[in-house]
């Protein structure tokens, strides 16, 4: 309960620090931001798939 918490506050304080500074709305490239994600933590796998060392028989 304390992640989720301590998540949610540090993603307002973020999003209010960013807008102040640069004047880049981070709720106008939500779908950019979460695509992001999820490419950066699947790519390590897709990599290991494709890439990795085969087993030979």
Do not use: C, R, Y
């Amino acid at each position: 309960m304390a992640w989720v918490f301590s998540m949610l506050f540090s993603g307002h304080f973020l999003q209010k620090w960013i807008l102040s500074e640069f004047g880049f709305d981070l709720k106008n490239h939500l779908e950019v931001i979460v695509l992001g994600i999820v490419f950066f933590t699947t790519a390590p796998v897709i990599i290991k798939l494709f890439f990795g060392k085969s087993k030979k028989a």
